[in-house]
């Protein structure tokens, strides 16, 4: 079973960045599909970005140039820099690994106030 942990959420202003860290363990990292999810209160978890194993990233149109994806296969690291954030963007932000099957991490929580 893949371990994921989150970090890098907090409190931030409207027009602020941060940027989150999945960590995930096991050897499958680099052949997995990786991504980011959120969940706001009372609303359906949703995508946000995903890298595939050959780096081919996709975004949910709420987040395109604003977002950036990445992965650093030799730290089994995959990264969201979040710019110019909205206070729609506050949620519960989850770390997915695709391969075979799924996994999920903890979730860190992003709140943007504005």
């Known amino acids: 079973q893949v371990q994921l942990v989150e970090s890098g959420g907090g409190l931030v202003q409207a027009g602020g960045s941060l940027r989150l860290s999945c960590a995930a363990s096991g050897s499958i990292f680099s052949r997995a599909v990786m991504g980011w999810y959120r969940q706001a209160p009372g609303k359906q978890r949703e995508l946000v970005a995903v890298?595939?194993?050959?780096?081919?990233?996709n975004y949910a149109d709420s987040v395109k140039g604003r977002f950036t994806i990445s992965r650093d296969n030799a730290k089994n690291t995959v990264y969201l820099q979040m710019n110019s954030l909205k206070p729609e963007d506050t949620g519960v932000y989850y770390c997915?690994?695709?391969?075979?099957?799924?996994?999920w991490g903890q979730g860190t929580q992003v709140t943007v106030s504005s």
């Open positions: 997915n690994l695709q391969f075979v099957g799924v996994s």
């Open positions: 890298i595939t194993s050959s780096s081919y990233t």
